[in-house]
């Protein structure tokens, strides 16, 4: 496996010094900026690094994941509640009463002691 990398990186730089060689260079009448001119560098650049970066295989790898399942826990279940039933004896209230401007009304009310 190392010798198919090595390998494979002695061919990659083998490409990128011919194809290197084989490139003339950019004159003045070319009619490119020095600015043109250098973004092409860096994106050539940028290109030529990537596909370095993506040929190489991973340095390590995660170990495969393990799942181990726990031992059954037995929990005892909690004592039966006792209920507690509390009566409220509440009775309604009723009286009229008199509003001025309205007359007479019936009010009623419930009162819980």
Same mark, same amino acid.
């Given at each position: 496996?190392?010798?198919?990398?090595?390998f494979?990186?002695?061919? %990659? *730089? $083998?490409? &990128?010094?011919?194809? /290197? @060689?084989?490139?003339?260079?950019?004159? !003045?009448?070319?009619?490119?900026?020095?600015?043109?001119? %250098? *973004? $092409?560098? &860096?994106?050539?650049? /940028? @290109?030529?690094?990537?596909?370095?970066? !993506?040929?190489?295989?991973?340095?390590?790898?995660?170990? %495969?994941?393990?799942? &181990?399942?726990?031992?059954?826990?037995?929990?005892?279940?909690?004592?039966?509640?006792?209920?507690?039933?509390?009566?409220?004896?509440?009775?309604?209230?009723?009286a009229?009463?008199?509003?001025?401007?309205?007359?007479w009304?019936?009010?009623?009310?419930?009162?819980?002691?």
């Amino acid at each position: 496996m190392k010798s198919q990398i090595s390998f494979r990186a002695g061919m %990659a *730089a $083998l490409a &990128v010094t011919v194809s /290197l @060689a084989a490139v003339n260079p950019v004159l !003045a009448r070319d009619r490119l900026s020095p600015g043109a001119a %250098a *973004a $092409l560098g &860096v994106l050539g650049g /940028l @290109a030529v690094g990537g596909a370095i970066a !993506a040929s190489q295989a991973p340095v390590y790898a995660a170990p %495969a994941p393990v799942y &181990v399942e726990p031992e059954p826990v037995y929990v005892a279940p909690p004592p039966p509640r006792r209920r507690v039933i509390v009566e409220r004896r509440c009775y309604e209230e009723r009286a009229d009463e008199f509003i001025p401007g309205w007359g007479w009304q019936e009010r009623s009310r419930t009162i819980c002691p």
